[in-house]
């Protein structure tokens, strides 16, 4: 079963723009009081109208979607200037009024990630929280030669993961990291790299069977501090997409206490 979300009923306002040539579109929710710096969630890939149904009746968050095409790369290039964040940032800021927000959470589906790993490397002390949806990868080297073969991770492009994730073991950001069971072939997997970041971490990966969103089935965790490690079932494209449609639940992980 494959559920699926949308908010084409979710009320609110909708401002869009172009940023880098890429699709930005600003939601603030109906209920949005306005009264408070909100907590902003910048959400990389993916339509709109699923990343904003996980928002759709919060007073306190405002979304961006940021839609920049097909491979991580496109992604990554978005924020090869260091100005871009602030740039984006103050966009915001003016659209919604405000001078500057509670937190900053980033959120990426699938190829999303690799605007993540650019920020990291970048921005990290301004990252409260992130979330990652099925989209965690590295190359083999040398390069489509995997694991069983005797091929090796790149572990210098998932340093900057595993170091936000060390500070969310701490206590000091929160992370949380969901993946399924696809086993691409040419670049690792998103099981292969979770791994790395668990067992770098000193941590293990629990066994588990329980219900997850949208009718997805959780298989696996690893939760240490504030880092939530989540594995589920499935090696299909509707199930890689469900992942995405999750976001509410997976959102509400890590800002709790932020409605």
Not at 98 to 120: E, P, V
């Amino acid at each position: 079963m494959h559920e699926r979300v949308s908010a084409d009923r979710c009320p609110g306002n909708r401002i869009k723009w172009k940023f880098q040539d890429k699709s930005v579109q600003l939601f603030i929710p109906q209920d949005y009081s306005g009264s408070v710096k909100p907590h902003l969630i910048i959400h990389f890939h993916g339509i709109p109208k699923v990343s904003e149904f996980a928002i759709c009746q919060k007073a306190s968050q405002v979304m961006l979607t940021i839609t920049g095409g097909s491979g991580s790369s496109s992604y990554e290039k978005l924020f090869i200037r260091t100005e871009n964040l602030p740039d984006l940032l103050n966009r915001t800021s003016k659209e919604l009024d405000i001078n500057g927000f509670s937190s900053l959470t980033l959120s990426g589906w699938s190829a999303g990630y690799g605007a993540i790993r650019a920020l990291l490397k970048q921005y990290e002390d301004r990252i409260d929280n992130i979330v990652l949806l099925d989209g965690l990868h590295t190359s083999y080297i040398p390069e489509k030669k995997v694991l069983f073969e005797g091929g090796q991770l790149d572990t210098v492009s998932l340093e900057p993961f595993f170091k936000f994730a060390q500070k969310a073991v701490k206590g000091e950001k929160r992370m949380l990291i969901t993946h399924g069971s696809i086993f691409p072939g040419t670049y690792a997997s998103t099981t292969e790299c979770t791994e790395y970041i668990i067992k770098k971490s000193g941590l293990k990966r629990t066994p588990v069977l329980k219900p997850g969103p949208i009718g997805m089935q959780q298989i696996g965790e690893t939760l240490s501090g504030n880092l939530s490690i989540l594995s589920y079932v499935g090696n299909t494209a509707p199930d890689h997409i469900d992942h995405l449609h999750g976001l509410a639940y997976f959102l509400d992980k890590v800002l709790i206490t932020h409605k």
